[in-house]
Structure formats: structure tokens, C-alpha cells
């Protein structure tokens, strides 16, 4: 084998090897059970990552799990939201809710560039303590238990 072919043996591993180890991209997905739109975007964002193998795509469902929603509100604030709103989706440098072509172009985008210049992880952002929230479904049992004593001792 020549001189040129071993240099091109070379740079073909080379290629292959940074290929491997490239970078995987972590998008956060928040879904509630009982939202119609999360469906939709959740159809989008499994073909984003079949179309991109090195999307990772971390799901949590937000109505019933009380730790999610904690998750999601926290994770939102972190990026300047103030509301948190399903379905939502955290990548990169970008948080943003509901559905559409335009929310999905600026998803695809932002798994573009982090994929090209590399993202930390979304939870690189959340400070070193977070506030501990009731979620709506933790405040609504605390509610129906209120009034389930008041009426037992009025009633």
C-alpha cells in the first residue's frame, strides 16, 4: 500500500472515529396525559430523532407526576419562562411551548446547532437548590381533603 493510501486509510478513520464520538444533543419533552397538542409534537419529535440518532429525548409526563411538573416549572424559569404549559420543549439555548410549524422549525434549528457547536445539558441551568411547589394535582387533593374535614366537622 502506497504512501497516499495509507493517508487516506488514515483520514477515513479519523472521520469515522470523531463521527462516533460525536456529541449527543438532550432535548427535555413535557407532556400532560390529558393534552391533545402533546401528541402532535410528540409524533414530531420521534421523527427528529430517527432523523437525528444523536437527539436524545428525555419525556415526562407533567399532570400526574408531581415531580415532573416540579421538573418542568424549575427547568422553565431557568430559561426565563414564567409559565409552564404543556407541551414544552427544552434544547439547547431554547424553551418553547405548543405546536406548529413555526415551534418545530425552531426546534429542528436548535438541534441543528447544537449538534454543529455542541449544548450543554438543559439541566446545566437549574440552581444548586430548587424551590420546593406544590403541582396543580398535589394543591387540588389538598383542597378536596380540606373540604371533606370541613364538611365532617360541620356536617
Known amino acids: 500500500m502506497g504512501t497516499r493510501a495509507v493517508f487516506l486509510a488514515l483520514l477515513a478513520a479519523i472521520g469515522v472515529a470523531a463521527a462516533a464520538g460525536a456529541a449527543q444533543v438532550e432535548l427535555y419533552y413535557f407532556w ?5 397538542d402533546c401528541q402532535i409534537m410528540w409524533e ?5 430523532a430517527e432523523e437525528y440518532p444523536e437527539l436524545v429525548i428525555n419525556d415526562y409526563e407533567v399532570t400526574f407526576n408531581p415531580d415532573n411538573w416540579r421538573l418542568m416549572v424549575s427547568l422553565a424559569k431557568a430559561y426565563g419562562l414564567e409559565e409552564g404549559e404543556t407541551p414544552t420543549v427544552i434544547v439547547g439555548n431554547l424553551v418553547t411551548t405548543g405546536i406548529g ?12 446547532r447544537c449538534l454543529t457547536a455542541g449544548c450543554p445539558s438543559p439541566l446545566d441551568r437549574l440552581p444548586q437548590q430548587t424551590v420546593w411547589r406544590l403541582s396543580p394535582l398535589e394543591a387540588l387533593f389538598i ?7 370541613f364538611f365532617y366537622l360541620t356536617g
Open 32 to 36: 400532560s396525559a390529558t393534552c391533545p
Open 44 to 48: 414530531f419529535l420521534r421523527g427528529l
Open 101 to 112: 410549524r413555526a415551534v418545530e422549525l425552531r426546534i429542528r434549528e436548535e438541534v441543528e
Open 143 to 149: 383542597i378536596l381533603i380540606g373540604l371533606a374535614v
